[in-house]
């Protein structure tokens, strides 16, 4: 069974008043506390660097800053915040290098059921925010769950963005749309786009691969519940059938069913782990 802190961090719903999580939102306003209340730029850094999860290098943030956790924050190098900067960290927000945020910016994972019943339950959940490399946010900007910002994105002051762009556009009003392109001054090799891509891509396959760990792993707890044996031939013959038919590229058939037959196999040795040797 998954933590409530657990839960929280990975999109799903969750009870906000888990005492883990009360405690620990405690001990994060406390450090807001002494972030808030630090005249000295250089110590509120080191603070700062103490309390998010990841900090890559140069930090500065002027006061107020506000975040739920802070260990959900990651930072890349030499980022700069003005004042008033919210960052509700229920999910992760990560962002990139060269990274500057205007004053009274939120950045908000956060988010509650529609169904009012479920929402005054205090079940809550959120959804990650990603900001690339070299985004820059005027003033009093918003930035709602699940949106990822691609590299050297602008945002006018005011926007609320509420879906995720690519890189190098400038966006501006509620809801955000581009505004305009913004011309890089040297082009990328085209072996660098594609491995980009290829980065794009392997991150939305590891969380599917995790999501279906997860499936995985409630199997063989099924499994070692009913003592049924772990291999199941049919079901992965029927598993690689689907897979084949949804290959629309009969060049890649192939590869792609060998990917899956080794995915199945570390499937295996991991529901055997739960199950026990057999």
Not at 117 to 130: A, D, Y
Request: net charge negative.
């Amino acid at each position: 069974m998954k933590t409530e802190k657990e839960k929280m961090i990975a999109g799903e719903l969750y009870f906000a008043e888990d005492p883990v999580l009360v405690a620990e939102r405690k001990h994060s306003r406390e450090q807001m506390h002494l972030i808030n209340h630090e005249l000295d730029g250089d110590i509120r850094s080191q603070l700062l660097k103490e309390t998010f999860g990841h900090v890559a290098g140069k930090i500065y943030m002027e006061p107020t800053v506000a975040f739920d956790y802070g260990y959900n924050i990651s930072v890349g190098k030499n980022f700069y915040a003005n004042f008033n900067c919210t960052l509700l960290d229920i999910c992760p927000i990560t962002i990139g290098d060269a990274c500057m945020i205007g004053p009274n910016v939120q950045l908000l994972t956060a988010t509650h059921p529609l169904e009012p019943v479920k929402r005054n339950s205090g079940l809550e959940s959120g959804k990650p925010i990603t900001l690339g490399n070299n985004v820059w946010l005027g003033g009093g900007v918003v930035i709602i769950p699940g949106v990822t910002l691609g590299d050297n994105v602008v945002v006018a002051a005011g926007s609320v963005v509420t879906k995720s762009f690519g890189d190098n556009v400038v966006l501006g009003g509620n809801p955000a749309k581009v505004i305009k392109r913004i011309e890089t001054e040297k082009t990328e090799e085209p072996l660098t786009i594609q491995r980009k891509k290829i980065d794009t891509l392997d991150r939305k396959i590891a969380q599917l691969l995790e999501e279906r760990m997860d499936a995985v792993a409630e199997i063989g707890a099924i499994k070692k519940q009913t003592n049924t044996n772990v291999l199941d031939s049919k079901r992965e013959e029927k598993v690689l059938d689907n897979v084949r038919q949804a290959v629309n590229n009969p060049a890649y058939r192939e590869t792609i069913q060998h990917s899956f037959e080794d995915i199945m196999k570390h499937s295996r040795a991991y529901q055997a782990q739960i199950k026990g040797a057999e």
